[in-house]
């Protein structure tokens, strides 16, 4: 930091605004990744909505349902995936390969294992009223994810991986792991067919995005004014084409998905380094809050669903979308203040791996 002397200790002032605005820089840069979990999380929220309405025969537009479904799919969850590789190498560098994976069953593999039986066993009691046919078995069999909790499986699995590449290949880590995240996308049948290889073949090259994003490119370049209406022209031409023109669907992966889910995500990182300016708290509270919402989404927004068709007979669409919407984004977020306010420890984490090292010092 720079130290100007000015007259009549002016230099105190020059000092304070200079530290200042470090940290409302420091904190812009911190705020969008948060913004970005926002719009992540409102889509999540969406397209669970929306397919939930539509398995439950709520009338809908087909054409509609099938390309906004597409849209959202092609990039809302690769967009988590390079969010949470922007963190990789700090994790890394401060706790190194094998503290950094027993951290991450604290605030990955506990909640997985918490709410999946919490939802399973909920929608087994209430299988008369939902749109699955659930099992306790199936319940039981965490190694198999199930709904939405896929991702926390996943995202384990690929920080893992992660972490023995960038222990192995050391300063080369992050281009070994680029042109292999890059090789099983495009062709994931060169990995034995199991549940774990497709999660990590179909979203590794995405974690590895995050990391490379994190580690080279520049806070203030993605402030620009002309690389945001450039983004904005890129996932307009790129959704419609892949879509509209081409009648592609997120799931045929290939060069096309990965440009698309890219291209997607381009825009929303350009549109979150420029949103620190808008002080949209609101955006801001919902991305901070965004693992209890998608671990809790489902919940809420399907109790609302079922109180709405079974109990009160409305099926108008528009309806269900909007209470579906707000119960599936506040309700969690009421939830964990309630839980904070009480006191009550162990919902969205816990301290696994201080335990494990208090009980290895024994």
């Known amino acids: 930091m720079a130290f100007v002397k000015l007259a009549n200790g002016e230099h105190r002032w020059a000092v304070c605004a200079q530290l200042n605005n470090e940290l409302q820089e420091n904190t812009e840069r911190q705020n969008w990744v948060d913004y970005a979990k926002g719009i992540g999380i409102i889509l999540v929220v969406y397209g669970h909505v929306v397919r939930g309405l539509y398995s439950a025969g709520i009338p809908i537009s087909e054409r509609f349902y099938q390309i906004s479904d597409s849209v959202i799919y092609s990039f809302h969850m690769p967009l988590f995936f390079f969010l949470s590789g922007l963190f990789f190498l700090s994790t890394y560098n401060k706790y190194k390969a094998g503290r950094?994976?027993?951290?991450?069953?604290?605030?990955?593999?506990?909640?997985?294992?918490?709410?999946?039986?919490?939802?399973?066993?909920?929608?087994?009691?209430?299988a008369q009223y939902t749109n699955g046919d659930v099992s306790?078995?199936?319940?039981?069999?965490?190694?198999?994810?199930?709904?939405?909790?896929?991702?926390?499986?996943?995202?384990?699995?690929?920080?893992?991986?992660?972490?023995?590449?960038?222990?192995?290949?050391?300063?080369?880590?992050?281009?070994?792991?680029?042109?292999?995240?890059?090789?099983?996308?495009?062709?994931?049948?060169?990995?034995?067919?199991?549940?774990?290889?497709?999660?990590?073949?179909?979203?590794?090259?995405?974690?590895?995005?995050?990391?490379?994003?994190?580690?080279?490119?520049?806070?203030?370049?993605?402030?620009?004014?002309?690389?945001l209406y450039i983004s904005i022209v890129g996932f307009s031409l790129s959704q419609y084409v892949f879509h509209i023109t081409w009648g592609g669907h997120y799931g045929d992966r290939?060069?096309?998905?990965?440009?698309?889910?890219?291209?997607?995500?381009?825009?929303?990182?350009?549109?979150?380094?420029r949103l620190p300016d808008k002080g949209l708290a609101w955006l801001?509270?919902?991305?901070?809050?965004?693992?209890?919402?998608?671990?809790?989404?489902?919940?809420?927004?399907?109790?609302?669903?079922?109180?709405?068709?079974?109990?009160l007979s409305i099926n108008n669409f528009w309806?269900?979308?909007?209470?579906?919407?707000?119960?599936?984004?506040?309700?969690?977020?009421?939830?964990?203040?309630?839980?904070?306010?009480?006191?009550?420890?162990?919902?969205?984490?816990?301290?696994?791996s201080r335990w494990v090292q208090r009980f290895g010092k024994k």
């Open 284 to 311: 801001l509270t919902l991305g901070v809050s965004s693992m209890a919402i998608y671990l809790i989404h489902i919940l809420s927004g399907s109790g609302v669903r079922i109180l709405l068709q079974s109990l």
């Open 100 to 126: 950094s994976v027993l951290k991450k069953v604290d605030v990955i593999v506990y909640p997985y294992i918490i709410w999946s039986l919490l939802q399973g066993f909920i929608e087994v009691f209430l």
């Open 136 to 227: 306790a078995s199936e319940v039981l069999r965490l190694w198999d994810p199930r709904a939405h909790f896929w991702f926390l499986y996943a995202l384990f699995l690929i920080f893992s991986l992660c972490c023995v590449i960038f222990w192995a290949f050391k300063g080369a880590a992050i281009y070994v792991a680029l042109l292999s995240s890059l090789v099983i996308y495009l062709w994931p049948s060169i990995l034995p067919e199991s549940t774990a290889s497709i999660h990590i073949s179909q979203n590794l090259v995405f974690f590895i995005a995050g990391i490379a994003f994190s580690r080279f490119s520049c806070h203030d370049f993605w402030r620009k004014k002309w690389l």
């Open 319 to 352: 309806v269900h979308l909007a209470l579906g919407m707000v119960f599936g984004l506040l309700l969690p977020i009421v939830f964990s203040a309630v839980v904070k306010k009480i006191g009550f420890k162990y919902i969205f984490s816990a301290p696994i």
């Open 254 to 273: 290939g060069v096309n998905t990965l440009l698309l889910a890219l291209v997607s995500i381009t825009l929303i990182v350009s549109l979150c380094h």
